[in-house]
Nanobody, 124 residues
């Protein structure tokens, strides 16, 4: 089965940057997304990318600050996070699903697979 492993999280000051990576192994679907879950909050959509990287989608809260990309040769999806804010503090999860549009839905389809998450903490 598909395995997704996130990395790159850590502690950063407000205004700083982090680059998250999601490495996929096993059989995966073509579309990927990033989600996050802050303490005491529900998991929310952050960004999605289709198989070619030609189509991307972002939550309004991160648009202009975050960039999702992928390197298919490395089976890796990235989330470049710039101008980080304390409200970006959350556990960030990588996910894959059967369609690009399904990544907009947190619950996804029954094909949804999740990584274990990586903690991002932004200090003020």
């Amino acid at each position: 089965q598909v395995q997704l492993v996130e990395s790159g999280g850590g502690l950063v000051q407000a205004g700083g940057s982090l680059r998250l990576s999601c490495v996929a192994s096993g059989r995966t679907f073509s579309s990927y997304g990033w989600f996050r879950q802050a303490p005491a909050k529900e998991r929310e959509f952050v960004a999605a990318i289709n198989w070619s990287g030609g189509s991307t989608d972002y939550a309004d809260s991160v648009k202009g600050r975050f960039t999702i990309s992928r390197n298919n040769a490395k089976n890796t999806v990235y989330l470049q996070m710039n101008s980080l804010k304390p409200e970006d503090t959350a556990v960030y999860y990588c996910a894959t699903d059967s369609t690009f549009s399904s990544l907009r839905v947190v619950a996804g389809t029954w094909s949804r697979s999740w990584g274990q998450g990586t903690q991002v903490t932004v200090s003020s």
